[in-house]
């Protein structure tokens, strides 16, 4: 019987890989020089932390080019404000992974409601699709890339 899994996920190693890209074009930027502006990496929270608000705003737009450049979807990002710390400014940018279960009812709802001939079922943070015909499975996944969803899907573990 066909099915696939919808997930929401992203490559740590190509996170790591833009966070040392940004940070090297930090230190090599001359509106930077003399600032202790620098990106950190933990787990899934990216900090950036820099002298002003401004350049935060900056840190950004480069942090966002390089996510986008190396394949992550900036929607799985939720960014906080920016609070002062010490003498400088440090903001926390979280990046989203797998669905929570809000969103995972969301889409089970929206594939029912379709009256397609496909079953859905939540899967911890994923949500399986399984159906008899592989058409079916192809159109709830166009269904599902039409809708307005806030977070960036996959579509993985396709199987006849």
């Known amino acids: 019987m066909p099915s696939?899994?919808?997930v929401s996920e992203f490559d740590k190693h190509e996170v790591?890989?833009?966070v040392d890209q940004a940070n090297k074009e930090i230190s090599a930027?001359?509106?930077?020089?003399g600032t202790d502006s620098s990106f950190e990496l933990n787990d899934d929270k990216l900090t950036m932390i820099s002298e002003s608000t401004f350049q935060l705003q900056q840190m950004f737009s480069i942090a966002c080019s390089k996510l986008?450049?190396?394949g992550i979807d900036i929607a799985c990002m939720d960014v906080a404000d920016p609070k002062?710390?010490?003498k400088g400014m440090r903001q926390e940018i979280t990046?989203?992974?797998g669905l929570d279960s809000a969103l995972a009812k969301k889409i089970v709802k929206l594939i029912k409601d379709k009256k397609l001939k496909v079953q859905a079922a939540i899967?911890?943070?994923q949500v399986r699709v399984t159906g008899k015909k592989r058409d079916d499975l192809q159109e709830v996944i166009q269904m599902i890339r039409d809708e307005k969803i806030d977070m960036p899907l996959q579509f993985i573990?396709?199987?006849d």
Do not use: V
């Open 68 to 70: 986008s450049r190396r």
């Open 123 to 125: 899967q911890g943070d």
């Open 84 to 86: 002062p710390s010490g």
């Open 16 to 18: 790591r890989n833009a």
């Open 4 to 6: 696939f899994d919808i």
């Open 95 to 97: 990046l989203k992974q």
């Open 29 to 33: 930027r001359f509106d930077f020089k």
């Open 157 to 159: 573990n396709f199987r």
